[in-house]
């Protein structure tokens, strides 16, 4: 089990590890850096899923636990080799859509997870993962104009 200041101490030390700037990290995970300053530091209240979107973008796991009425209920969030893969999609796509379209990837991941398209890619990961970025773009696109 890991407290907060456990995964604070985890997400602190992989950020500095991977030579990221709080600022930058925040606005491509679409959080405020007070949010991440409390996450980082154990303190503060935020919520799962911005913790959830913040270790996903640095490409981590950790073990969420908590406590009710004195017994112990463990959930466990991990990620796999396939969970990975599927993120690293998630942001090629998102940074490549960006691009041509010449805005933030971090305003174009929030438009798209948004409009549920994330989740779709999510869930046609295996399907779309061998498409050129083309194709890619002109889903996003389509898909867009749809929602």
Known sequence: MESK????QKVKNKRLELNLRMDDVAKEVGITRSTLWAIENGSGNYTIDNLLKLVSFLNMSIDISSQTQGTRKR????????????????VMCVEQYASSVNRSSAT???????????????DDYEDMHGMSTYSINEYISRRLIHK
């Not at 959930?75 to 998630?90: E, G, M, P, Q, W």
């Not at 929030?110 to 890619?121: D, R, S, T, V």
Request: proline share 0%.
């Open 108 to 122: 174009i991941y929030n438009e798209l997870n948004k409009a549920g398209i994330i989740k779709e890619l999510k």
């Open 75 to 90: 959930a466990t969030r991990t990620n796999s080799v396939l969970d990975k893969k599927i993120n690293r999609f998630i």
């Open 5 to 8: 200041f456990e995964i604070g």
